[in-house]
C-alpha cells in the first residue's frame, strides 16, 4: 500500500472481494458521493478495465503478490475495542481473515488506517448508500454504532492485536491462512490454485504501474472495509 496516495494494500484479499469493488466503481456504485474525494480518484481508474477479463487479470496479478502485513498507524484502545469486534467477527471471522459466505472482506494485515477511514465513510453515509451496493448497505448499518471516532480507532487497535504487525514503518510476513470450510479456499476467499492468467497481467500492467506502489500492491481506491 502507499498512504501518501491514498492507497491501501491489496496482496491477500480475497479476489472475489477485490473484483466486486472493481466492478462497483465501474458501474458507479462506489465513488460517485461527491463527500468520497479519494474514491472519486479511483472511479475513472476502474473505467480502463474495459470488461470483466480486464477486471480479473488485475485481480490474478495481485493475488500472486507477497502478502506482506501491513505496519501499524492507528493509535487506539484495543482492550475497549476488543468487545465491538465481537459483533464484526461473526462476518469477517475472529481472526479477521474474511469469509466469503458472508460477503465480509479480510481485515488483519490490511491497512488499519484505511479501515478507520472506511468505517468512517459507512458510518457518516459516504459509503454503501448507493441503492446497487447493497453489500454496502449492509455494512452502514453495523458501523452505524460506531457512534465516535475514537470507538473506530479502538476497534482497528483491536484489530491489529490479532497477529504479529510490524512498527510503523516496518515488515514483516504472515503465515500462510487458514483454510475455510469452502473447499479449495483459504479464508481470505483466494482459491487454493494456479491462476488462470499470467503473472504479468498485460491487460492490467498499466493501471497497476500508474497507481501501485513499488511491487505493484496498490490501487488508489476506498474499498476493503
Not at 73 to 95: E, I, S, W
Amino acid at each position: 500500500g502507499n498512504r501518501e496516495l491514498n492507497a491501501p494494500k491489496l496482496a491477500g484479499q480475497g479476489s472475489w472481494y477485490l473484483r466486486r469493488q472493481l466492478a462497483n466503481y465501474k458501474q458507479g456504485a462506489r465513488g460517485t458521493n461527491d463527500k468520497d474525494q479519494y474514491g472519486k480518484v479511483m472511479a475513472p481508474m476502474a473505467a480502463v478495465l474495459a470488461d470483466d477479463a480486464a477486471i480479473d487479470n488485475v485481480v490474478a496479478y495481485i493475488a500472486k503478490l507477497p502478502d506482506t502485513p501491513a505496519p501499524v498507524t492507528v493509535k487506539g484502545n484495543p482492550a475497549n475495542g476488543k468487545q465491538r469486534f465481537v459483533t464484526c467477527g461473526a462476518c469477517h471471522g475472529p481472526d479477521g481473515l474474511g469469509i466469503q459466505a458472508t460477503n465480509a472482506p479480510r481485515l488483519r494485515g490490511m491497512s488499519d488506517w484505511y479501515v478507520v477511514t472506511q468505517l468512517k465513510n459507512f458510518r457518516d453515509g459516504v459509503r454503501g448508500a448507493h441503492p446497487q451496493d447493497l453489500h454496502g448497505a449492509q455494512m452502514a448499518l453495523f458501523a452505524a454504532g460506531l457512534t465516535t471516532d475514537q470507538a473506530i480507532l479502538d476497534l482497528v487497535a483491536y484489530i491489529d492485536t490479532l497477529a504479529d504487525r510490524p512498527a510503523k514503518g516496518g515488515r514483516g510476513r504472515w503465515p500462510k491462512s487458514p483454510r475455510s470450510t469452502e473447499t479449495g479456499r483459504d479464508c481470505s476467499g483466494n482459491a487454493n490454485r494456479k491462476a488462470d492468467v499470467s503473472p504479468r497481467c498485460p491487460r492490467g500492467i498499466g493501471l497497476r504501474t500508474a497507481c501501485g506502489s513499488a511491487g505493484g500492491r496498490a490501487l488508489p481506491s476506498e474499498d476493503m472495509a
